[in-house]
């Protein structure tokens, strides 16, 4: 089980840390993404991080603002957002995933959404 949290309303250029939270004892064997979804539009690939946490991958739209990382003593991946955007407004999903992908088809766990609204 995933338990996503730390959405919120933060103005634009701010932060926020979204946390990602799962319960068991096998959260270091899979590969974790970050997708998120804003109101009709599909769902798009964010960032990924490989199991040990040595190999990221982000979407272009994260690139030099969003960071990956996780922690595997606590069962946690999270997301940095810095200078946020309007545009950056969605429910935001963490997801596990068996292989290294950024297709959301292929993870095989999903958390709850967190909603991130980004005001101008």
């Known amino acids: 089980q995933l338990q996503a949290s730390g959405g919120g309303l933060v103005q634009a250029g701010g932060s926020l840390r979204l946390s990602c939270a799962a319960s068991?004892?096998?959260?270091?064997?899979?590969?974790m993404g970050w997708f998120r979804q804003a109101p009709g539009q599909d769902r798009e690939f964010v960032a990924g991080?490989?199991?040990?946490?040595?190999?990221?991958y982000r979407a272009d739209s994260a690139k030099g603002r969003f960071t990956i990382s996780r922690d595997n003593a606590k069962n946690t991946v999270y997301l940095q957002m810095n200078i946020l955007k309007p545009e950056d407004t969605a429910v935001y999903y963490c997801?596990?995933?068996?292989?290294?992908?950024?297709?959301?088809?292929?993870?095989?766990?999903w958390g709850q959404g967190t909603l991130v609204t980004v005001s101008s």
């Open positions: 068991g004892r096998l959260f270091s064997m899979y590969n």
């Open positions: 991080i490989s199991r040990s946490g040595s190999s990221t």
């Open positions: 997801a596990a995933a068996l292989t290294v992908t950024t297709t959301w088809r292929s993870y095989n766990y």
